[in-house]
């Protein structure tokens, strides 16, 4: 993906998490709420989340995305695929966690938020969270992790 594609998912953000999920997926059910409990505390770190579903018809991915509260890439977006290969997913839930210039930061984040996540304390889930993928350091003038 050139940076022009990356400017195009969250133009403001530090940092993308691009979610790979679909409704008929049964463990993207259980991670999605701890992604979405998170989501306040991430964006106050710069971290924007978007999703890319694999629904298998354009029905089942506006029911899907529309429980959502992160903008999804279109049913017909060929960067849908095109992201799927690029970081190389296999197995959905998946959360890939790239830069503004789509370098990836972490590849696993699915399971870097599992580990950071307490529900009985969000802020610090997503401090941890910031700190594992080095974004509290982040320095925006030297794109230095």
Known sequence: MDADQ??????NAKAIGIFFSADYCKWCKVFAPK?????PYLRAHNIEIIVAASDKTQEAFDCYTSELPWKALAYDDPIRVKLRSTYDIKT?????????HGNTID????HTIDNAYDE?????SANNIASALRLIEY???NDDF
Not at 107 to 110: G, L, N, P, Y
């Open 120 to 124: 009985n304390d969000l802020q610090t």
């Open 6 to 11: 990356i400017a195009r998912l969250a133009p």
């Open 139 to 141: 320095d925006s003038e």
């Open 92 to 100: 959905i839930p998946a959360l890939v966690m790239i830069d503004k």
């Open 107 to 110: 590849s696993q984040c699915r």
């Open 35 to 39: 992604l979405k409990m998170l989501t």
